[in-house]
């Protein structure tokens, strides 16, 4: 059987800097030596493609159930699926097996995977973890935030302008699911 990687949710609310956070994590990481695979959570279907061109016809005009784009160094598959893709299931059918050491996923906010909450005050009155949800919060790793006073039962690691925040993460990220740094609690 291939190993499966861990996986951690980058999740908050909308304009929140999930994107950010989770880009600037997998770059810490990597720069760390650690292999890191992404998966970003849509709420709308997208195009890795542009309409009109061959790879973009061969699914839309084709109808082909699966199409992958490759070039050198790269490819890109693109696959109908009949409903909302499951992310244990794609980190097992695509990053098993292949000497990835975690995967972060962007989104997925309602699912069973840990998580790290983006939570900036300025944009939204209350995070995404409802700590009142025993069963919910447990799953939170720790909450980024803004927010001075903010108490949570996980981590709160203090969201900066020189991005101490992002190493403080990867600590925790290492300590929690790779086996080794430093606990960022």
């Not at 890191?36 to 009109?52: L, R, S, V, Y």
């Not at 989104?107 to 840990?114: T, V």
Request: with cysteine; net charge neutral; glycine share 12%.
């Amino acid at each position: 059987m291939p190993e499966i990687p861990p996986a951690v949710c980058i999740v908050g609310k909308k304009n929140s800097g999930k994107t950010t956070l989770a880009v600037a994590l997998a770059a810490e990481l990597r720069r760390r030596g650690r292999r890191i695979a992404t998966i970003k959570h849509g709420h709308h279907a997208f195009e890795t493609d542009q309409p009109g061109r061959d790879s973009w016809r061969h699914f839309n005009e084709g109808q082909a159930e699966a199409t992958i784009m490759a070039g050198t160094g790269k490819i890109a598959l693109v696959m109908r699926t009949g409903d909302e893709p499951d992310p244990e299931r794609l980190i097992s059918e695509f990053y098993a097996g292949r000497g990835y050491d975690l995967v972060l996923i962007e989104g997925w906010k309602h699912g069973a995977l840990p998580k790290i909450e983006i939570f900036r005050r300025a944009v939204h009155d209350r995070p995404v973890q409802d700590a009142g949800d025993a069963h919910a919060a447990a799953r939170f790793v720790a909450i980024v935030t803004d927010d001075a006073e903010l108490r949570a039962g996980c981590p709160v690691i203090a969201l900066g302008a020189d991005g101490a925040h992002v190493a403080r993460v990867a600590d925790l990220i290492e300590a929690r699911f790779l086996g080794g740094g430093r606990d960022a609690g």
